[in-house]
């Protein structure tokens, strides 16, 4: 199992450029920390933009990749968006979402 410090994170270049205009680079660093404090089986993270102005205005994804969880209902993304709105301002929220993809294979 990875430690909180061996996590791995990608920032995507074109996510950097996005996170530069807005201004909220500290932001997405608590972030990041929360979610490697807090996300179960977690082995990195990346930080993603999407950009499709026919569906609304530019965000940043954090796709927690994970270990597949053994039974029951994930919390994990529900209970960081909760974390999310008490921590942030929804001027901050509204810029980034955290999504948990599962692998059963190395990654």
Known sequence: MATVDTIPVT???DAAAFLEEIGQGRELEIMLEQAKRTIPA?????VVLHDFPETGPPSLTIDAHRDPLPTGYDWADQEFARWQVREFPPEVCQNFTLMSIYHTYER
Do not use: M, Q
């Open 11 to 13: 920032i995507h270049p």
């Open 42 to 46: 977690l082995r990195s993270l990346d």
